[in-house]
């Protein structure tokens, strides 16, 4: 083993050990170096990120960004002690936007009264001078539900903002920023690599200029990028953004070459700002609790309004849009916490969750009880494991998201009385015919709270024919391109059965 591997392996057991002893959680941006985003508790894209901050429960955020992700935490949690690990991690785009040549321009064209939407990337001081914040995952959005009868000033990203204008059909003023590094890419350099790669696919990200946007076949945040390559049919993906987007790319998508997009002057792009964090820094921070973000309260409270807002628009937003690097944790963890208070004696399951978590089951396409109900088999029979929980939950929340486009069906709940009987057979297999209709309910998210997929009964037809449920419940989903699914499914018991 090399002397720095060991370092970084000793550092690793060092950050884990000082995380539990402070109670933090360690939230790393997708352009993280690969030991930081290896060792965070969540990895993604700043509106993610947002949304993880203001879930937590723990005493302190790590943040491993730059400057105003980190403040951003602060904002939106007062009483919570924020570090980062390199106080001097900035952004050329926060940077080109100061406080007090906004509200200048503000003051110098007041008569325009202004609606002002400003990127996740900007200063504390900014966010307060404005209506509403977005990310680049939340932009359209935002920009859909401004008032119509006032002008926007979308700032500080130039780029982002024309890209957004053309998606919407909004017309709005733009302040001039931009990313230093996204537009580092250029037309050539990209059209470079294609030469290299024709039958490539591109996803750039909103920041680059028009002319590498043009060449792409999707502009999406860095969330996005996640699934446009994970859908995409091509092998070849360049992915024009900061590279540390690849690391995570690579993990989710481990069959797809994934191509830095190359500047003129270098293969891939590193921000220097989100690179001067490092292991040893993080270390550091867990352990001195510095440096630490801390805010005026008057600011404070002004530049949390528009966050909220844009919280708040986005909170319905189909769930395909909140996907989570790091959800099969969450899950985990939030059946412990509710392990733990059924333990306790606390029966009454709608005071388990806090907004975060009902936000979370949202996005896996879960209910309170239906989440519960697993909690409470768990807890009085030992059965299903909450590793068997969290099977299940992976197929409802892949047929959800990728099935339904992570929105509900809008049908009616499948409801006891119509269940089939419990004698009921199909091809002589009993209870297949009822387990058959609570697992399409289950997948489609349409059972009434009354019925469990995965209770006693199912758990006893599903051990007698050695049947996992997740299994059980993905062949449902791929029996249905079948022209019979019932046989198809009655065929399947038969063969994997050892009754
Ligand atoms: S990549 Fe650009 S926008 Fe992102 S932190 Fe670096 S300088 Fe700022």
New binding site residues.
């Given amino acids: 083993m090399s002397q720095s591997l060991k370092t970084n392996t000793d550092l690793r057991e060092e950050i884990l050990e000082l995380k539990k002893k402070r109670n933090a959680v360690i939230l790393a941006h997708n ?1 993280q170096i690969p030991e930081i985003q290896d060792i965070a508790d969540y990895v993604g894209d700043s509106l993610g990120l947002a949304f993880r901050a203001q879930e937590t429960d723990a005493d302190v955020i790590a943040f491993c960004g ?1 400057h105003f992700m980190a403040e951003t935490a602060k904002i939106i949690n007062p009483e919570k002690t924020v570090v980062l690990p390199d106080a001097n991690a900035g ?4 940077e080109s936007c100061p406080a007090d040549k906004l509200e200048a321009f503000l003051k110098a064209n007041e008569e325009k009264n202004y609606y002002v939407i400003t990127y996740i ?1 900007s200063s504390a001081a900014v966010k307060a001078l404005s209506d509403v914040i977005c990310t680049s995952g939340n932009a359209v959005r935002i920009v859909e539900a401004a008032p119509k009868d006032r002008p926007i000033l979308f700032a500080p990203d130039q780029n982002l903002g024309e890209w957004v204008s053309r998606q919407t059909g909004r017309e709005m003023d733009f302040w001039e920023g931009n ?4 537009v580092e890419f250029t037309r050539e350099s990209i059209a470079k690599i294609k030469e290299e790669y024709p039958d490539a696919a591109v996803v750039a990200h909103p ?1 680059c200029t028009k002319a590498v946007r043009l060449l792409a076949d999707e502009v999406c945040s860095t969330e996005k990028m996640v699934h446009f390559c994970q859908e995409s049919e091509s092998k070849n993906i360049i992915v024009v953004t ?1 590279a540390g987007m690849l690391h995570r790319l690579r993990k989710e998508c481990p069959d797809k070459n994934l191509i830095a997009g190359p500047t003129d002057h270098c293969a891939c792009a590193e ?1 220097r ?2 690179k001067m964090n490092t292991l040893e820094k993080l270390y550091q921070c867990l352990k001195d609790l510095k440096p630490e973000v801390t805010l005026d309260e008057e600011l404070r409270k002004k530049a949390e309004a528009p966050i909220q807002r844009m919280l708040d628009l986005s909170a319905d937003a189909p769930a395909s849009d909140l996907v989570r690097y790091s959800w099969d944790q969450e899950f985990l963890a939030l059946f412990d916490k509710c392990l733990k208070k059924y333990r306790d004696g606390n029966e009454d399951f709608t005071t388990y969750y806090t907004d975060g978590d009902l936000n979370f089951l949202n996005s896996i396409g879960y209910r309170e009880r239906e989440f519960f109900d697993f909690v409470e088999d768990y807890a009085d029979y030992g059965d299903p494991a909450p590793e068997t929980a969290l099977l299940v939950a992976a197929a409802r929340r892949d047929y959800f998201l990728y099935k339904m486009g992570g929105k509900p069906s809008g049908e009616k709940d499948l409801n006891p009385a119509d269940l089939p009987a419990k004698t009921a057979e199909l091809e002589g297999i009993v209870w297949l015919p009822r387990i058959l209709a609570k697992a399409r309910g289950k997948l489609k998210g349409e059972l009434d709270p009354e019925i469990m997929f995965c209770c006693g009964g199912d758990r006893k037809f599903l051990s007698t024919h050695d049947i996992s449920p997740a299994d059980f419940l993905r062949t449902v989903w791929s029996a249905e391109a079948s022209d019979d699914p019932d046989m198809t499914m009655a065929k399947f018991v038969k063969a994997v059965s050892k009754a």
């Fill in positions: 352009y730059v952004c050329s785009l926060e990337n990313c230093y590094l996204h920041e900061e921000c700002f989100m």
